[in-house]
């Protein structure tokens, strides 16, 4: 049996382990919090249930609904009210609805007449010799200027809370990258991938559980029992002949294999000693800071029907708040009745919010919305929680640099990593990823 510490309790590590142990190893996972589950959070407060940092996950293919059905959390899962197929864009003063099909799109006042124009040459526009496009060029390139500020501006603020501008395409939306290699152009791209799929294609669906995302990681830390040590912080590890050690609060865990579920930060620390270049090349993936802001409002103080996913806020605008969810109209039953829950985000790569105060975030936040969503008076519920290094980006660049960070695992016999500053951000990237390494994929060296 293979014996394996996983260091990191979010849902990359917990999934890891659950996976590994189903083929047969040992794992131990040691998480700094408790409980587990890193940027899931779920709480209930004042009759709302909120989550306070991932709010709900796109389920797609078919790793990920398995397994909810192995682990018993098929039951408890609910789909998100058709209504949020709508989303928003804040434009010219009001929430302007993103068109859901090409007449609705000729319609729509989102993008002026020479930039809908301009879309028909799409499929003729060059390819570029930049290797690693930024997505603000890629779009800018293939889909026009507007497209960028209007629709991919403010989906890439809300998604990553990241700079269309420094982002690379191929690492941050390698599915779009790839519709380019395919057919030359997004639309034979996508065309091609439809042909390909066939008509009995699975639709993806916005999900979560009943009692919150945090449903999910306290299941498997449930499941995983004695394997999660949980509030653990591990300080130290290290190697001890053909051991991986890690240490944490005077006490100590060998085994052969050892996977990084953690931060890249935090990765980068513990293996300054072990390989001070490695540890560099972590330490350069940058995570801004984001505050959630869970608001509770009577309904009769909104105007807006609040009839869809949310409200993206394009940067162009130069307002601070980077979008808000209708969180009770996409999880109904979320709002004691009567009331609604909206959850606004603040910060991101292109809005530093360093260390000012949470009234001032709250304020601003609030004067923001107000106009747009027909807003009177202020919440009468409101709980903020700062991710102070929320989400990693996947700057230009980040795929050479995953390249000499797999590279340097070579002198670093049975290291593993699994974060979402790899292979994706997404809750669904994160566990598909977990399952790959019970694999086999993700270790330098073979597994058997
Ligand atoms: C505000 C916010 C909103 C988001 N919204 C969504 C969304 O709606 N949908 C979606 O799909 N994704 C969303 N995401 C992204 C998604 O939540 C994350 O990418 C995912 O949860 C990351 O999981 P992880 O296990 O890789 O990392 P983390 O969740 O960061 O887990 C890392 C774990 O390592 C532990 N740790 C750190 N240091 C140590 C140490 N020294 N010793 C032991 N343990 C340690 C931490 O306590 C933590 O539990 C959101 C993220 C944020 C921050």
Redesign the pocket.
Known sequence: MHKVII????????ASAWFLREKGWQPLI????DP?????CSRREAGFLL????????LKGEIVPAWFRRIGMDGEMIEANPLAKRRYVLKDGVPIALPNGPLAFLRSPILSLSAKARLLGEPFRPRSTDPDESIAAFVRRRLGPEVLDWMVDPFVSGVFAGDPERLSLRATLPRLAALEDAGGSLLRGAWRARQAKGPRRVAPRLVSFRNGLQMLPLKVADLLGDALHSG????RIHREGDLWVAE?AGQSWRAPRLVL???AY?AA??LTPLHAELAAELDAISYPS?M?MALGFAQAQVAHALDGFGMLIPRKLGLETLGVLFSSTIFPGRAPAGQVLLTA?IGGAQNDIGARPDAALLSTVVQEISPALGISGTPHFVHA?R?QR??PQYERGHLDRIRRIDAALATLPGLAF????RDG????D?IENAAALSEGEGWRDPVG
């Open positions: 260091i990191g309790g979010g849902i990359s590590g917990l040691l998480e700094a919090g587990a589950g890193g940027s899931i989550d306070t940092g991932a709010n709900s996950m796109m653990c912080i591990v300080e944490a579920a953690v931060p935090v620390q513990l984001v959630t985000f929680r991710w929320a989400i699994r974060a979402n500053w951000v997404a809750l669904g994160c």
